[in-house]
């Protein structure tokens, strides 16, 4: 195994997947229904998984304190050079740590956060358990805990519109499949998550979807109005059915308070 094996990976999220129709409404329809959720800047952050900070640099920018955790050297990379593109109070709320988010504890120095986000990574994981319960440790009593994840009751519908028929049937009982940058990805449901985030203290608050239209919809990023799109996907986030129709899903829980018991 490569020493950082999302390095190939950095270059296409940033200039790719972040920069794409669908990229930029997963930024800005995540931190809408982040605002609903999060204390009053300055609060502190945890951005675990948080790459090339996309999803807490514009959290910065409000003022709010903000640690990227990350396994990636080339991804913290990325998040480094676009650090130098803002103003230095902006560049001085945030922290660029490098290490997995199952060692966040350590690496953060035992510290626990008013916000810890993780959208994006628990696609990526084998076991959701490990990982969620290094978040609910790291979120501080009535803190805010914001995960996004892959929604494993939609994965039929990529296959189908690719008129890929016979993927489609397997997918309705599928757990994962390769995403589009190529990489296996594997999916969660809102209520299995919900228990992980009971188990580890953490009372589910709501959750939201992120993706409908725009992800099955090739958009090109020079002739659609973004605006409108994210507008129209916002939308979709709070209403059923669509909401349940989401590519992706964002499951927004508040930690309860600890007893002695608890870690210190």
């Known amino acids: 195994m490569p020493s950082d094996p999302w390095a190939a990976l950095a270059n296409p999220f940033l ?3 972040y920069a794409s129709v669908k990229g ?3 930024t800005y329809v995540l931190h809408a229904q982040l605002l609903r959720h999060l204390p009053e800047p300055p609060a502190s952050v945890l951005d675990v998984g948080g790459g090339a900070a996309h999803q807490s640099l514009p959290l910065a920018r409000l003022g709010y304190d903000v640690t990227v955790l990350d396994p990636s050297p080339a991804m913290l990379a990325k998040a480094e050079q676009r650090l130098r593109d803002e103003p230095a109070d ?5 922290r ?21 986000l993780c959208h994006g990574v628990l696609m990526y994981v084998e076991r959701p358990e490990p990982l969620v319960s290094a978040l609910c440790r790291r979120t501080a009593p009535g803190g805010v805990l914001s995960v996004m994840a892959l929604n494993a009751r939609t994965l039929a519908v990529r296959p189908a519109l690719d008129r890929r028929w016979a993927d489609a049937l397997a997918a309705f009982d599928a757990t994962g499949e390769v995403g589009v940058l190529g990489v296996g990805t594997r999916g969660d449901t809102v209520e299995g998550l919900s228990l992980l985030l009971r188990q580890g203290g953490v009372d589910p608050e709501d959750w939201y979807g992120v993706w409908l239209f725009s992800d099955w919809l090739d958009l090109p990023s020079g002739s659609t109005d973004v605006a409108a799109v994210a507008a129209v996907e916002l939308e979709a986030s709070v209403r059923d059915p669509y909401r349940q129709l989401s590519r992706v899903f964002h499951l927004v829980g508040r930690a309860g308070p600890r007893t002695a018991g608890d870690e210190a």
Do not use: H
């Open 15 to 17: 200039e790719g997947a």
């Open 24 to 26: 930029q409404v997963r």
């Open 90 to 94: 902006v560049r001085r709320r945030v």
């Open 96 to 116: 660029l740590v490098e290490a997995p988010g199952e060692q966040a504890e350590a690496a953060t120095g035992g510290r626990r956060f008013a916000a810890v």
